[in-house]
């Protein structure tokens, strides 16, 4: 995929890219979702419900998008970095979920939906159940399935505008005008799966 794109952009090709892609020697515009935001928005959300130590739950695959929703929990983080953890993984295991737990983590915030299932289940095994016991959050829409299962909170993604997005800044590069890239908005969808409690401890919401 890099190497396509690299091709079409070195061939003077007008090009615009869905998501951000690092590709060295070329600056390709591109229409993206504001990850990092929005998973600042997801970890405050799971600070403000009374998880005070939090994990970020990912593969190990560090594709931009997942480079950008690590940036934005560090970020949301900033004022108790001791009290996060990142972790990326193949599957999740009752030995990964006990780690976590054994380092005070009651919030966990993952990349996809296969992963929060994964914790979930091993939590179980262990014991440990949401919303009662641990709060849980998807940083994006389902990829493996048609919907989420009732209650997750979760991020939506901006697809139809970012491929509007698109079209137009391929449309301005067809027409010889320069073209900015663009980060748009993603959407918050609280729920159930958060548990903890209403009070805000963090001052961060919003």
């Known amino acids: 995929m890099a190497g396509g794109l690299a091709q079409l952009g070195g061939g003077g090709h007008p090009t615009v890219v869905i998501g951000r892609r690092d590709l060295p020697g070329h600056e390709l515009p591109y229409v993206t ?3 990092p935001a929005a998973t600042a928005r997801a970890c ?3 600070l403000d419900r009374g998880h ?28 108790a970095p001791e ?18 737990l054994d380092a005070g983590v009651t ?8 992963l929060t299932a994964g914790w979930i289940a091993a939590a179980a095994t262990l014991g440990v159940h949401w919303p009662q016991d641990d709060g849980v959050a998807v940083l994006g829409d ?27 800044l391929l449309t ?26 209403d009070t805000p401890v963090t001052g961060l919401s919003g």
């Open 83 to 100: 009290r996060g953890r990142v972790e990326r993984v193949e599957t999740v295991t009752p030995s990964v979920v006990r780690a976590a």
């Open 142 to 168: 389902p990829i493996y399935q048609s919907e989420l299962p009732a209650g997750w909170a979760h991020v939506t993604i901006p697809r139809v505008q970012m491929g509007r997005e698109a079209v137009r």
């Open 44 to 46: 405050t959300a799971l």
């Open 172 to 197: 301005q590069l067809l027409g010889g005008l320069p073209a900015a890239s663009v980060s748009l908005p993603c959407q918050w969808v609280p729920g159930a799966s958060l548990g903890g409690t």
């Open 33 to 35: 979702a504001d990850h």
């Open 52 to 79: 005070e130590c939090t994990l970020y739950l990912g593969t190990v695959a560090r594709h931009e998008s997942a480079v950008d929703r690590e940036l934005g929990y560090r970020a949301a983080m900033g004022h």
């Open 107 to 114: 919030g966990v915030l993952c990349e996809n939906e296969r």
